[in-house]
């Protein structure tokens, strides 16, 4: 277990149980002092058939004036001794006064409290099982999170590895002997890196759409041209045209394209075709790839069928189809999978 979950485990598992705790000490110590109260109705209805019969339980006995300030048949309560004054038929000056002395009645509350021990001592053993259940309930998703954590840094870390060793080599490479081929190796793994943060920036801000009008044609095959120097081994076809300028956000709108045709190219088959159709208010991006298991969960943060890629193009995808207000439908089987981009 990491540091981070031990600390969190212990401070949900102490506030858990304390208040618990508390709750259960709380409730059991008004229950006392409700059974200390009957106690005590008990010790006076004990006093008054005493007071008859003189049988029962030991009172301290003793005689004093009538013209004493407490009343009769009252129970009082001072110094942690009971008594109450009681009329004598036969001599009205005077009145009897039965008390418990202090000594007993602290026995009868304490043998009282012993009684609570047990149900104490076992609501404490539920409050400890309840705080150690709801402590590693709670640190599941601490777990979840620390472990979609590190997966990410990770998959990161991996992919800024071929294209970071791609440009190092390069750039070593042409101050001894420049030539086109290593200064396009140098651009084009400065462009990956650069597609990677773009695609991780997106997260960190939410800017106003600017929207203008943005030639497909144009804007595709630029696409299909900087894919085609990364996936030399995929053939590329943009099929059908435009004829009218899309009004778009184009950060947003290169977000869709590029990321469709990412994952068109990671997850194709060797020698696999790529294929882009353009009809009206439609953009089709097909490939021949070995297709995507669940299509439910295609567009959710993280989810991946494959050990490569973050697991965040599609979900930046959804995101900005959303903002864009277009719409996106997935057609996928073992030959290939089709995303249907609606925007008009």
């Given at each position: 277990m990491k540091h981070v979950e031990k600390v969190a485990l212990f401070k949900s598992f102490g506030l858990f149980f304390g208040t618990l705790q508390l709750l259960v000490s709380a409730v059991l110590w008004l229950l006392y002092?409700?059974?200390?109260?009957?106690?005590?109705?008990?010790?006076?209805?004990?006093?008054?058939?005493?007071?008859?019969?003189?049988?029962?339980?030991?009172?301290?006995?003793?005689?004093?004036?009538?013209?004493?300030?407490?009343?009769?048949?009252?129970?009082y309560e001072e110094n942690e001794e009971l008594f109450a004054l009681f009329p004598i038929t036969q001599t009205p000056a005077t009145l009897l006064r039965l008390s418990l002395p202090p000594q007993a009645w602290r026995a009868k509350k304490e043998a009282l409290l012993w009684e609570f021990?047990?149900?104490?001592?076992?609501?404490?053993?539920?409050?400890?099982?309840?705080?150690?259940?709801?402590?590693?309930?709670?640190?599941?998703?601490?777990?979840?999170a620390l472990s979609l954590q590190e997966n990410f840094i990770r998959d990161v870390i991996h992919d800024l590895n071929t294209p970071i060793t791609s440009l190092l080599l390069n750039t070593q490479m042409l101050a001894y002997a420049p030539t086109p081929t290593r200064l396009a190796r140098t651009v084009l793994s400065a462009q990956i890196i650069q597609s990677l943060y773009e695609n991780l920036s997106f997260y960190q801000e939410e800017r106003p759409l600017t929207l203008v009008d943005v030639d497909l044609n144009k804007l595709l095959s630029a696409r299909i041209d900087y894919f085609k120097s990364l996936y030399g081994h995929l053939t590329f076809e943009l099929q059908g045209t435009s004829?009218?300028?899309?009004?778009?956000?184009?950060?947003?709108?290169?977000?869709?394209?590029?990321?469709?045709?990412?994952?068109?190219?990671?997850?194709?088959?060797?020698?696999?075709?790529?294929?882009?159709?353009?009809?009206?208010?439609?953009?089709?991006?097909?490939?021949?790839?070995?297709?995507?298991?669940?299509?439910?969960?295609?567009?959710?943060?993280?989810?991946?069928?494959?050990?490569?890629?973050?697991?965040?193009?599609?979900?930046?995808?959804?995101?900005?189809?959303?903002?864009?207000?277009?719409?996106?439908?997935?057609?996928?089987?073992?030959?290939?999978?089709q995303f249907h981009l609606t925007f008009c």
């Open positions: 002092w409700q059974e200390v109260d009957v106690l005590r109705h008990q010790t006076m209805l004990e006093m008054r058939t005493y007071n008859y019969t003189l049988q029962g339980e030991h009172f301290a006995i003793d005689f004093v004036p009538t013209n004493s300030t407490y009343e009769t048949y009252t129970f021990v047990p149900p104490y001592a076992f609501g404490t053993l539920v409050t400890l099982l309840l705080a150690l259940f709801f402590a590693h309930y709670t640190l599941k998703p601490l777990r979840n004829d009218t300028p899309l009004k778009t956000d184009t950060t947003l709108f290169l977000r869709i394209i590029d990321n469709l045709l990412s994952n068109a190219c990671k997850y194709n088959r060797p020698n696999g075709s790529v294929t882009l159709r353009l009809e009206p208010c439609k953009l089709t991006v097909a490939d021949t790839g070995v297709g995507i298991k669940n299509v439910r969960k295609v567009f959710r943060r993280y989810y991946k069928e494959h050990e490569r890629g973050l697991g965040i193009g599609l979900d930046i995808v959804a995101r900005a189809i959303r903002r864009l207000h277009y719409t996106i439908d997935v057609d996928s089987s073992a030959q290939g999978t």
